[in-house]
């Protein structure tokens, strides 16, 4: 977000800083402010009613996702299966549960 502010010339003058998502939605629920968040944590809200999506110019902004693991560890079955099924599905996956929000 930093960078983001640097790109547009803007200066927020941020009276908070809270490292939960659920935080943060419930102070913007309450009337504290507004926030950034990334909206695949925003879908009940947004649906709901209780949160508003504003358009800001320039966002979206595209995170890149990383998927890690101990390259000293041998992963399970389990594992690798669990890691295999996010690297092939996981951008479809966000998409389509992200599409009716935008």
């Known amino acids: ?3 983001f502010f ?4 803007f200066s927020p003058r941020i009276a908070m800083e809270m490292s939960s998502n659920e935080t943060i939605k419930q102070a913007v629920m309450a009337g504290l402010g507004v926030s950034f ?9 947004l649906r709901s009613g209780l ?5 800001v110019e320039g966002t ?8 890690v693991h101990l390259l000293a560890k041998v992963l399970s079955p389990a594992a690798e ?11 479809m996956h966000l998409r389509a549960h992200d599409a009716g929000l935008l």
Not at 37 to 45: A, I
Not at 81 to 91: D, W
């Open 1 to 3: 977000m930093e960078d």
């Open 6 to 9: 640097a790109a547009h010339a």
């Open 37 to 45: 968040l990334s909206l695949h944590t925003l879908g009940l809200e």
């Open 51 to 55: 949160i508003a999506r504003l358009d």
């Open 60 to 67: 979206p902004v595209v995170k890149t996702w990383h998927l």
């Open 81 to 91: 299966a669990f890691r295999y099924a996010i690297l092939e599905n996981a951008q």
